[in-house]
Each structure stands twice: as C-alpha cells, then as structure tokens.
C-alpha cells in the first residue's frame, strides 16, 4: 500500500496490521453508507486521519509508546483513508 504524498513512507508492517486494517475498511464503508450528508465530511476527516497516522508513526520511530499499540491504531486510520480515498 503506497501512503499519500501528504504522509511520510510507511515503514514494513506485520501481516497483522493489514488484516486489521481490512476488518476496519468493512466498518469505514458501512459508516459512511449510513452517514447523513454532513455528519462525516470526507475532506476533515482525510486531515483528521493523515495527521492521527502521522502522529502514531512518531511514536513508532520515537519508541514513545508500545509500538504494537501504535500500529493498531493506526490501521484504524489507515482503513478510514482507504474508504475515503476510494469513494473520491
């Protein structure tokens, strides 16, 4: 999976990060199928998930955090960009 040119390269992941990430592109798509208009702008919540995948990418390389953590939540946010960039 290529990153946008807005995010940094996404360093090697575990099989488990993207089997996550495809549990959750199931839960993005039904989300914004049942969203109203205007309860969930694609264009905020595209900022919203590169800054949020940003953010646990510094945690990864700073050792901050459990990086296991990191990379859980961030396949959450990496699904949501997956859903919005394919509805675009």
Not at 53 to 59: A, E, G, S, V
Not at 66 to 71: V, Y
Request: glycine letters at 4%.
């Amino acid at each position: 999976m290529q990153a946008p040119p807005s995010c940094p390269p996404l360093p090697e992941l575990p099989p488990l990060f993207w089997t996550e990430v495809a549990k959750q592109v199931a839960y993005w798509q039904e989300f914004f199928a049942q969203a109203a208009p205007g309860d969930a702008p694609p264009d905020e919540m595209r900022e919203v998930c590169i800054t949020r995948i940003k953010t646990r990418l510094k945690r990864i390389y700073a050792g901050k955090k459990n990086a296991g953590r990191s990379l859980f939540e961030m396949a959450h946010y990496v699904a949501c960009l997956t859903v919005i960039d394919s509805r675009n």
